[in-house]
């Protein structure tokens, strides 16, 4: 199971708590995992990738084990911790202002 970590945004549109799990088959990458829980809360789409491109929303960070991975490529295998459900997957939304 990976665990996810949702900001208090989606969270409240999903109806959810903090952390959800979810089933992924074959490796855990980004895209595999933002797949699945948009598979399985159909309310998120759009809302943490773009709908065409399935580019990451701008004010919407990934992180995994201490690290920014909001770069890395959507195909990139996640760290053994993620994909064995010992650390969440977080997305964060960012805060902005001056």
Same mark, same amino acid.
Do not use: K, Q, W
């Given at each position: 199971?990976?665990? %996810?970590?949702? =900001?208090?945004? /989606? ?5 959810v708590g903090p952390? %959800? ?5 074959? =490796? ?13 809360? =159909? %309310? ?7 709908? @065409? @491109? ?19 490529? =959507?195909?990139?295998? /996640?760290?053994?911790?993620?994909? @064995? ?6 997305? /964060? ?6």
């Amino acid at each position: 199971m990976i665990r %996810v970590r949702l =900001p208090h945004h /989606l969270r409240n549109l999903a109806g959810v708590g903090p952390e %959800v799990t979810l089933e992924i088959e074959g =490796p855990v990458t980004h895209r595999a995992i933002l797949d699945a829980l948009e598979a399985r809360y =159909p %309310v998120l789409r759009g809302t943490i990738r773009d709908h @065409t @491109t399935h580019e990451r929303r701008p004010f919407l960070r990934f992180f995994a084990c201490n690290e920014d991975l909001s770069f890395e490529s =959507p195909d990139a295998a /996640l760290p053994n911790p993620v994909a @064995t459900g010992a650390e969440p997957y977080i997305i /964060l939304g960012a805060i902005a202002g001056g």
